[in-house]
Each structure stands twice: as C-alpha cells, then as structure tokens.
C-alpha cells in the first residue's frame, strides 16, 4: 500500500461503526475528506447525525449494563488493550499511510505518533488491573472500602492534529476501567480512529465497547455532546466549542474533562545550553506545522542574552523546511485552507503592527500548488500587548520577548490565559526549579521540553487551557468515578 492507495482500500471510510459492524450513516449524507498536502479530497466520510449518535449511545449503553463488556475482569479488559496495541504495531506503517494523506504530516512524524498510539494501549493494558480503592478507619462495627468504577457511557469528541495519538489518550483510559465509548473524530481528519475501532473489534472488543460516528461537529458532535445518555464527555480542541461542551455537559449534570490548547513558554536563561535549548525549540515548534496544542510558541529570552539566543534560534528557523508527506522534511501544510488563511491573518496583522520577522524557513519545491503549505516564521521582539505575544496561533510561528529578571520571567510566562506547558532552560538547578515552580501550567519542563509524549506522565491544563488531566495514571482516575462501600459488622 502506498500513500496515494484507492481510497477504497482505506477500509475506515466506510460508514458509522457501531456494535463492530459498519453501516452508512443514517441521513445517507457524507463529507469529503481533503488531503491537506494536495488540497483535493481522495475519500469520503460518513457523515454521522443524531440518528447515529442516539444508536451508538444505546449501543454502549447495552455493553456495560447487562453486555459482554460490563461482565468482563480488569484484567481481560487489560489482554484485549494489550492486544490492540500489537495490532497497532503490526499495522503501523497502513496506520501511518492514512495518518500522514490525511493530515498532510510528514511519514517520520506520522510514523512515530503510531509508536505512540500502540503505547497508549501498552501502558493502559498494563495499568488495567493495577488500580486500587482504599480502606478507611471509621467508626468501631464498620468497614469502609473504596473502590474506582467506570462512568458508563463516555463521549468522546477529539480534533484532527493529531487523530490517532488523541484516541488512544482518550479512549485508552476511558476502556481501561470498564466504560463504553462513543467517538466523534473530526471530519479534517478521522481516518484512523476508524480503522483503529476496526482492529479492536478484530482483538475481540465485545460488540458495543468502542463506537465511532465521524461527521461535522455541529451535527455529530453537539448530538453526542447532548446526549441525555452519556455519563461523561471527554473534549480536546478550541476554546469555542469546549465552552459549547461544557454547557452542555453542566445541563446533563455530568462532568467533562476540557483540553483547550495553550500559548506554552520556553523561559531561556543566559546560562542555558543554547545549542541544545534552540535545537529543542526550533524542532518541537515545527512538530505537526505547530497544530499542537502544547507547542512551545514563545521564547521569553534573558535580555543581556537576547542578541544570541535570537541568532541562534534563526539560524535554525532558516533551514526548516515544509514538504508533502513522501518528502518527508520538517513539517508538512496545515491542515485545510482556513486555517491557513488564519495564520495569514496573524502575518498580515504582523505586518502591519511592524513586528519583525527574524528568520523565515522555506517550502520544498515540487509540493503541489493546491497544499495548505506555509514556511515557518519567527517574530521578534514580539511587543508583550501584541497578539503574537498571547494568542494560539496554531500553526509553524515562534514569538521571542525579552525579560529584565526572573520575577519578570515569571510574570510574563503566566501572562496568557493559558496554562498547558512550559520550559526553563538554566545550568543554574536552583534557579530553575525557582522559576519552574513559579509558572502556572499542567507540565513544567527544565532543560527539556515535550520528552517524545511522555504517555506516563499526567498532561493537562491550568487556566483556560482546560480541566482534567489526561496520560499516566492520573487519566484513570479522570475516566472513573469513586464508589465507597460502608459494612457495619
Ligand atoms: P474544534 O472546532 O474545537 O474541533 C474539535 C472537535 O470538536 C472536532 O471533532 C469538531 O468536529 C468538534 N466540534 C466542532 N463543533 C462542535 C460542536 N458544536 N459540538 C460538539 N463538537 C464540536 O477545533 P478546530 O476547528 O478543529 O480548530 C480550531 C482551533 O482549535 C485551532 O485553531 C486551535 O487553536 C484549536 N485546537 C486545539 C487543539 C488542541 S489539541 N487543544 C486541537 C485542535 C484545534 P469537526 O472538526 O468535525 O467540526
């Protein structure tokens, strides 16, 4: 199979997948998938609705209550994560095929977000029957014990930047402790969590465990979002719509789990290894076209520093290069037009504020003229009022501000609405876990930053980058709720 297959051989696009069986969705309706490095759409999707929504909810609803997945042990539950997770493995490079068409990511990023999917399950199949309640001293004649139980129903709605890692960060914990899960994926791209909940069927997922209904969010994913049925909702993308998920989980009474994006910092002392730390930040901010949501999109750089650090990261910029999937370069396009005539509208607003570009990459020659490619970009000094200096851009642009101090360090990384990730880069340990200790983020980094996923390590935001964390075990946690059972004896 090659990157350019007949769709058809794409056996995700074929419909709705629930009760592991696939059927059209039921407006016969579908939406046409682009592929971002061509700009022309090469499959098509089912565009699922509240029909579809309503079956595969009722669908998941019969698995955990009475079904074959409710009757099964942590530990059988572990086997068949586990299992997926080789199915992964040996799918990898089909898997990776369809990941990198239909987000346009080059083949070496799509390959690895695959390592990372297959070690989502690896790590949650493992964790499965590792999860423990506590006893608790109460009164004399009782016996207090606690235990964690899944939810029931969880809805799922994930974005595009990255479909097959955010499912199995989602989805992974979430069937982990028992519960049965309804997924929209995005309609930009959605592709392999339909062929990932086709190979867990294959590993024996009992019917009704896993369902996906792809299909555009206003339509697929308010319905699940609305669902009186579910018990919980797990949301990863803009800040608009996680408003819009969070209404309407607070209407259900239910809870949500908000991941929202961010505006990360880098805080680069004079002392920091430059040549590592720039390497680091050129490299992590191109990651996906910088469609991540905790990239590292501001360098908030040591004044007396400021002239080197500024040499060095441009001199890095200068060489990143964007390119179709098979060329396999730095970064490939964005993910459809309109996000790249967003970013457009931050260089054109740039622009005209006089913010100066200091250094640009370049796009490959030969990519296809109607690709959603864009060169990288560094700005600087980005003023600290300057929508560059606070705004998720969402896309392969780096903003450097200087800083006086390390309380101005600090006040100016807390100083978005955000509070994903974050880095300080300093030989100095003391002052590094000074500064790090002081910023408001899910993640705090020193002298590293991203460290290729860190699926063990609990991610998530403070601020408006979101509630709940996801990765580690701190995710299982998030995907269950607690039951205490009190004996008087
Ligand atoms: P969103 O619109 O938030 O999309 C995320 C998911 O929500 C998709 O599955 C989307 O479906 C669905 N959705 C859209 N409208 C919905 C509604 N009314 N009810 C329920 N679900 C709905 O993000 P986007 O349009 O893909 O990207 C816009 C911006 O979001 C980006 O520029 C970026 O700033 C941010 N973003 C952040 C992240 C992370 S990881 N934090 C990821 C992606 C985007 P459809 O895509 O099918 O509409």
Redesign the pocket.
Known sequence: MNIHADPQTISAAKGVFIDNDWRPAASGRTVPVVAPAEGVAFAEIAAGGAEDVDRAVKAARRAVEGGAWGRLSATERGRLLTKLSLAIEAHAEELALIEARDTGKPMKQARADMVATARYFEFYGGAADKVHGETIPFQPGYFVATERVPYGVTAH??????PAQ?FGRTVGPALTMGNACVV?????ACLTPLRLAELAAECGFPEGALAIVP????E???A??GHPDIDFIS????????T??QT?AARNHIGCTL????KSPHVLFGDADLDMAATVIANTMVQNAG???SAGSRVLVEKASYERVVEALAERFGKLTAGTPEMDRDLGPV?NAT?KR?IEGFFARAEEASVPVLAEGRIAEGVPAGGYFLAPRIYGPVPRANELATK?V?GPVLSVLPFEDEADAVRLANGTDYGLMAAVWSLDGNRALRVARGIKAGQVYINAFGAGGGIELPFGGMKKSGHGREKGFAALHDASTLRTTIVKH
């Open positions: 709605v994930i974005p595009w930047n990255y955010m929209k994926p995005a309609e930009d299909g555009l969010g206003d697929a994913g308010a699940l979002s949301f990863t993308g803009s800040p608009e719509v996680g819009l998920i309407a991941e929202l994006g961010g469609q991540t949501c993910i996000q967003r998720e969402f």
